[in-house]
Protein backbone atom coordinates (compact mmCIF):
# COMPACT_ATOMS: atom_id res chain seq x y z
CA UNK A 1 0.00 0.00 0.00
CA UNK A 2 0.78 3.50 -0.18
CA UNK A 3 0.65 5.88 2.44
CA UNK A 4 -0.32 9.72 0.97
CA UNK A 5 -0.71 12.96 2.46
CA UNK A 6 -1.77 16.62 1.43
CA UNK A 7 -1.28 19.86 2.60
CA UNK A 8 -3.36 21.85 3.42
CA UNK A 9 -6.03 19.83 4.84
CA UNK A 10 -8.36 22.76 4.69
CA UNK A 11 -8.26 26.18 3.65
CA UNK A 12 -10.31 29.27 3.11
CA UNK A 13 -9.51 31.52 0.19
CA UNK A 14 -10.30 34.87 -1.33
CA UNK A 15 -11.46 34.69 -5.22
CA UNK A 16 -8.62 35.79 -7.40
CA UNK A 17 -6.38 34.70 -5.40
CA UNK A 18 -4.29 31.17 -5.71
CA UNK A 19 -3.56 28.23 -4.08
CA UNK A 20 -1.07 25.57 -4.12
CA UNK A 21 -1.84 21.83 -2.60
CA UNK A 22 0.93 19.52 -1.69
CA UNK A 23 0.77 15.89 -2.49
CA UNK A 24 3.49 13.85 -0.38
CA UNK A 25 3.56 9.75 -1.13
CA UNK A 26 5.85 7.48 0.91
CA UNK A 27 7.45 5.61 -1.55
CA UNK A 28 8.27 6.36 -5.31
CA UNK A 29 5.77 6.42 -7.78
CA UNK A 30 5.70 7.32 -11.49
CA UNK A 31 2.01 7.97 -12.39
CA UNK A 32 0.04 10.71 -9.60
CA UNK A 33 -3.62 11.43 -10.65
CA UNK A 34 -5.45 14.99 -9.68
CA UNK A 35 -8.95 14.61 -9.00
CA UNK A 36 -11.71 17.30 -7.96
CA UNK A 37 -14.81 16.73 -5.75
CA UNK A 38 -17.56 19.38 -6.37
CA UNK A 39 -19.73 19.32 -3.29
CA UNK A 40 -22.28 16.51 -2.82
CA UNK A 41 -20.95 15.38 -6.32
CA UNK A 42 -18.48 12.64 -7.35
CA UNK A 43 -14.99 12.65 -8.09
CA UNK A 44 -13.50 14.40 -11.55
CA UNK A 45 -10.39 13.42 -12.94
CA UNK A 46 -8.38 16.76 -13.41
CA UNK A 47 -4.88 15.57 -14.76
CA UNK A 48 -2.33 13.04 -14.72
CA UNK A 49 1.21 13.71 -13.70
CA UNK A 50 4.09 12.42 -14.62
CA UNK A 51 7.57 12.68 -13.06
CA UNK A 52 9.49 14.61 -15.99
CA UNK A 53 7.06 15.40 -18.45
CA UNK A 54 4.20 17.63 -18.68
CA UNK A 55 0.86 17.00 -17.02
CA UNK A 56 -1.79 15.70 -19.35
CA UNK A 57 -5.28 17.23 -18.58
CA UNK A 58 -9.02 16.08 -19.49
CA UNK A 59 -11.71 18.06 -21.01
CA UNK A 60 -12.63 20.87 -19.44
CA UNK A 61 -9.28 21.46 -17.46
CA UNK A 62 -6.32 23.70 -18.74
CA UNK A 63 -2.77 24.24 -17.23
CA UNK A 64 -3.43 27.99 -17.23
CA UNK A 65 -6.33 27.32 -14.54
CA UNK A 66 -5.04 24.37 -12.86
CA UNK A 67 -0.93 24.29 -13.06
CA UNK A 68 1.13 21.01 -12.07
CA UNK A 69 4.12 20.12 -10.62
CA UNK A 70 5.78 16.76 -10.34
CA UNK A 71 9.34 17.21 -9.58
CA UNK A 72 10.41 14.34 -8.34
CA UNK A 73 8.72 10.47 -8.16
CA UNK A 74 7.19 11.22 -4.36
CA UNK A 75 5.49 14.47 -4.43
CA UNK A 76 3.18 17.08 -6.21
CA UNK A 77 1.44 20.18 -6.27
CA UNK A 78 -1.63 21.40 -7.88
CA UNK A 79 -2.34 25.08 -7.85
CA UNK A 80 -5.94 26.57 -8.20
CA UNK A 81 -5.40 29.74 -9.95
CA UNK A 82 -7.67 32.98 -9.49
CA UNK A 83 -9.98 31.16 -7.46
CA UNK A 84 -13.87 31.89 -7.83
CA UNK A 85 -16.45 30.07 -5.82
CA UNK A 86 -17.01 27.65 -8.25
CA UNK A 87 -13.73 26.44 -7.56
CA UNK A 88 -14.88 24.96 -3.61
CA UNK A 89 -14.03 21.54 -4.06
CA UNK A 90 -12.12 18.67 -2.14
CA UNK A 91 -9.05 18.39 -4.37
CA UNK A 92 -7.88 14.77 -4.17
CA UNK A 93 -4.09 13.23 -5.27
CA UNK A 94 -3.98 9.57 -5.87
CA UNK A 95 -1.30 6.89 -7.10
CA UNK A 96 -1.26 3.48 -8.22
CA UNK A 97 1.83 2.01 -6.87
CA UNK A 98 3.12 0.62 -10.50
CA UNK A 99 2.16 2.63 -13.22
CA UNK A 100 0.38 -0.92 -14.67
CA UNK A 101 -1.73 -1.21 -11.57
CA UNK A 102 -5.09 -0.21 -11.78
CA UNK A 103 -5.04 -0.28 -7.48
CA UNK A 104 -5.46 3.34 -6.61
CA UNK A 105 -4.58 5.03 -2.99
CA UNK A 106 -5.85 7.90 -2.22
CA UNK A 107 -4.96 11.20 0.11
CA UNK A 108 -6.74 12.28 2.39
CA UNK A 109 -8.26 15.20 0.48
CA UNK A 110 -7.73 18.93 0.30
CA UNK A 111 -10.93 20.99 1.52
CA UNK A 112 -11.47 24.47 -0.66
CA UNK A 113 -14.00 27.13 0.68
CA UNK A 114 -13.57 30.29 -2.12
CA UNK A 115 -15.16 33.10 -0.66
CA UNK B 1 -16.90 7.96 -23.49
CA UNK B 2 -16.62 5.93 -20.07
CA UNK B 3 -19.19 6.51 -17.89
CA UNK B 4 -20.91 5.00 -15.04
CA UNK B 5 -24.39 5.33 -13.71
CA UNK B 6 -25.45 5.04 -9.77
CA UNK B 7 -29.10 5.35 -9.64
CA UNK B 8 -29.70 5.82 -5.97
CA UNK B 9 -28.54 8.57 -4.34
CA UNK B 10 -29.72 8.21 -1.21
CA UNK B 11 -30.34 4.76 0.51
CA UNK B 12 -31.90 3.38 3.98
CA UNK B 13 -31.41 0.02 5.33
CA UNK B 14 -31.92 -1.08 8.88
CA UNK B 15 -29.00 -2.53 10.68
CA UNK B 16 -28.89 -6.52 9.94
CA UNK B 17 -30.73 -6.30 6.77
CA UNK B 18 -28.98 -6.82 3.17
CA UNK B 19 -28.02 -4.32 1.28
CA UNK B 20 -27.44 -3.97 -2.40
CA UNK B 21 -26.16 -0.84 -4.52
CA UNK B 22 -26.56 -0.72 -8.16
CA UNK B 23 -24.13 0.53 -10.50
CA UNK B 24 -24.13 -0.03 -14.29
CA UNK B 25 -21.12 1.38 -16.86
CA UNK B 26 -20.88 2.11 -20.38
CA UNK B 27 -17.17 0.67 -21.37
CA UNK B 28 -16.17 -0.32 -24.97
CA UNK B 29 -14.33 -2.70 -23.81
CA UNK B 30 -13.59 -5.35 -21.17
CA UNK B 31 -13.55 -2.89 -18.23
CA UNK B 32 -11.97 -2.36 -15.03
CA UNK B 33 -14.41 -1.56 -12.16
CA UNK B 34 -13.99 -0.64 -9.02
CA UNK B 35 -15.73 0.20 -5.67
CA UNK B 36 -14.93 2.92 -3.36
CA UNK B 37 -16.38 3.63 0.10
CA UNK B 38 -15.57 7.22 1.44
CA UNK B 39 -16.98 7.35 5.10
CA UNK B 40 -17.49 10.87 6.59
CA UNK B 41 -13.68 13.07 6.58
CA UNK B 42 -12.22 10.32 5.35
CA UNK B 43 -10.41 9.54 2.13
CA UNK B 44 -11.53 6.60 -0.29
CA UNK B 45 -10.93 3.40 0.27
CA UNK B 46 -11.16 0.88 -1.99
CA UNK B 47 -13.56 -1.98 -1.57
CA UNK B 48 -12.83 -4.36 -4.01
CA UNK B 49 -12.10 -4.46 -7.70
CA UNK B 50 -12.89 -6.72 -11.16
CA UNK B 51 -11.01 -6.85 -13.88
CA UNK B 52 -10.92 -10.59 -14.71
CA UNK B 53 -12.15 -13.92 -13.61
CA UNK B 54 -14.13 -14.96 -11.40
CA UNK B 55 -17.53 -12.41 -12.18
CA UNK B 56 -18.49 -12.48 -8.28
CA UNK B 57 -15.52 -10.72 -5.90
CA UNK B 58 -15.21 -10.64 -2.73
CA UNK B 59 -13.72 -7.66 -0.79
CA UNK B 60 -13.01 -6.22 2.22
CA UNK B 61 -15.72 -5.26 5.20
CA UNK B 62 -18.07 -8.28 3.94
CA UNK B 63 -18.73 -6.88 0.79
CA UNK B 64 -18.59 -8.46 -3.14
CA UNK B 65 -19.88 -7.70 -5.94
CA UNK B 66 -20.91 -9.79 -9.37
CA UNK B 67 -19.94 -8.27 -12.99
CA UNK B 68 -22.96 -9.10 -15.33
CA UNK B 69 -21.38 -8.13 -19.31
CA UNK B 70 -24.87 -8.86 -20.11
CA UNK B 71 -26.10 -6.07 -18.34
CA UNK B 72 -23.68 -4.06 -17.98
CA UNK B 73 -23.88 -4.06 -14.09
CA UNK B 74 -21.21 -4.07 -11.12
CA UNK B 75 -23.73 -4.19 -7.84
CA UNK B 76 -22.16 -4.21 -4.98
CA UNK B 77 -23.52 -6.58 -2.31
CA UNK B 78 -23.26 -7.15 1.59
CA UNK B 79 -25.83 -9.62 3.42
CA UNK B 80 -26.11 -8.03 7.19
CA UNK B 81 -25.28 -4.60 6.99
CA UNK B 82 -23.50 -2.64 10.50
CA UNK B 83 -24.14 0.62 11.58
CA UNK B 84 -20.28 1.30 10.81
CA UNK B 85 -20.91 0.79 6.76
CA UNK B 86 -22.58 4.26 6.90
CA UNK B 87 -20.96 6.07 4.11
CA UNK B 88 -20.84 7.32 0.28
CA UNK B 89 -20.32 4.78 -1.79
CA UNK B 90 -18.01 5.05 -5.45
CA UNK B 91 -18.81 2.53 -8.45
CA UNK B 92 -16.01 3.67 -10.55
CA UNK B 93 -14.76 2.17 -14.31
CA UNK B 94 -10.65 2.22 -15.23
CA UNK B 95 -9.91 4.20 -17.96
CA UNK B 96 -6.70 4.50 -20.09
CA UNK B 97 -4.32 2.17 -20.86
CA UNK B 98 -3.61 0.81 -17.45
CA UNK B 99 -7.40 1.20 -16.27
CA UNK B 100 -6.23 3.32 -13.42
CA UNK B 101 -7.84 6.86 -15.01
CA UNK B 102 -10.84 6.53 -13.08
CA UNK B 103 -14.43 7.70 -14.03
CA UNK B 104 -16.76 7.77 -11.48
CA UNK B 105 -20.38 7.45 -10.64
CA UNK B 106 -21.96 10.27 -8.80
CA UNK B 107 -21.95 7.75 -5.47
CA UNK B 108 -24.79 6.61 -3.00
CA UNK B 109 -25.25 8.02 0.38
CA UNK B 110 -25.79 4.91 2.58
CA UNK B 111 -28.05 5.63 5.73
CA UNK B 112 -28.38 2.44 8.47
CA UNK B 113 -30.66 2.97 10.50
CA UNK B 114 -31.08 1.16 13.98
Known amino acids: SAVISQKPSRDICQRGTSLTIQCQVD?????MFWYRQQPGQSLTLIAT?????????ESGFVIDKFPISRPNLTFSTLTVSNMSPEDSSIYLCSVPLRESDNEQFFGPGTRLTVL | AQSVTQPDIHITVSEGASLELRCNYSYGATPYLFWYVQSPGQGLQLLLK??????LVQGIKGFEAEFKRSQSSFNLRKPSVHWSDAAEYFCAVGAGEYGNKLVFGAGTILRVKS
Open chain 1, 27 to 31: SQVTM
Open chain 2, 50 to 55: YFSGDT
Open chain 1, 49 to 57: ANQGSEATY
